[in-house]
């Protein structure tokens, strides 16, 4: 007897993989067998009559649109079978898994499921997450009209109390930090006040209230922020002390994607400020715990903040890792930069060399040829050169205006 998929019986049937999924998961289709996480169907298999009735929508297990983010996923090596532990509720199923599938970098499949949330009758979690889930994809393939229209669909979420309001107010500023700032969080958020979240929320709002911090660190440090009384790299030396205590939080808590961000985040603060040691530290932990199950997208991410060290730490621990990791930065970079500069419509560097942009970031910091040729162990003749190459290769007029493509 011939089997087939899931998916060939729902091209078959001209319906959508996810009904079909349910229709088995429901023992409604007649011979279907469940091998792994897998369904086979035989091939003469039909449709049954009642296939037409709309699958129920069940609330979220947890109320944020990160499911990832929460305590559903507890222990890295583990994210397949959180996944498969959610079948019985099909769109929590659907968006934990896309949401792991964005971590992974499979950007393909965090398509196809982003566009089936919207498509669908979803509830508020369940249609903020595939926006947002659409905004990364955007972000990957460099798209500003797939961004313009993930926030279209934020926006149109079915929020019926304030709360909710503030939570898409809040998706919107994250899908706009993305890609060109901070500005536009809301008051709440920026002093660290989260009482308007749900519980659930919280680790997701911890990772991007990091961020947050971070982006405000840096954008002092390069002159594109000015705060009164701080200046340089003040607040990159200080931020670690608020992230590292949501660390131990999330190590509590046992959040392992909340985790590992919040690692890189620190590291990447640790790093800017000159403490190498202590980035090791974290970008280790970090790198441990995301290649457990493969989430190599969140490492691709960081790549450009690093300057080589992280490729060089993943390295130590898995060469196929770090392949991966560089060949789905090659799609990031160029992707984030495109948006990124069509968005802030400038020139944002894609093909810079990690000498070039650590060199770019230590001028754009106001370090001067000689300081940063100490901090890079080079000659300032070397920097001389290597600075002439970024502004060759941007277009930017001089090192004053380096800021303007990091």
Known sequence: MKLITVKEAAEKWGVTPRRVQWLCNEGRIKGATRFGRAWMIPGHAVLPSSANLEIPTLPMPRKSPF?????LYTKSGMADECAELLIN???????????????????????????????????????????????QCAIWRGDINLWIEAKRHICDAPCNTEVEREIISLALAIADS?????????????????????????PAAHVFYVKYLYMTAFGIASKQTELEGIQ?????????????PLITQAVANGTVIPEIYMRLSCAVAYYNSGDKEKAILHVDKAINLALLDGLFGILTEYVRHFDGLLEDRIALVDQNAVHAVLALYKTYSVGWSRLSGAVRN?????????????????????FTNKEIGTALHVSESTVKQTILRVVQKTGIKDRTEISNIL
């Open 67 to 71: 499911l990832d983010m929460t305590n």
């Open 89 to 135: 509720n099909p769109e929590a199923h659907a968006l934990f898994e896309a949401q792991i599938a964005y971590r992974r970098g499979n950007i393909d499949k965090v398509y196809d499921r982003a566009r089936y949330f919207l498509a669908s009758h979803s509830g508020f979690n369940a249609i903020l997450g595939g926006g947002m889930l659409l905004a």
């Open 178 to 202: 993305s890609v060109y700032g901070n500005k536009d969080y809301p008051e709440w958020f920026r002093t660290g006040n989260f009482e308007v979240l749900p519980s659930d929320s919280l």
């Open 232 to 244: 340089g790299l003040a607040l990159m030396r200080l931020i670690p002390y608020t992230i590292e």
């Open 346 to 366: 400038r020139y944002v560097a894609a093909d810079l060399t990690a000498r070039e942009r650590e060199a770019a970031k230590l001028a754009a910091f106001g």
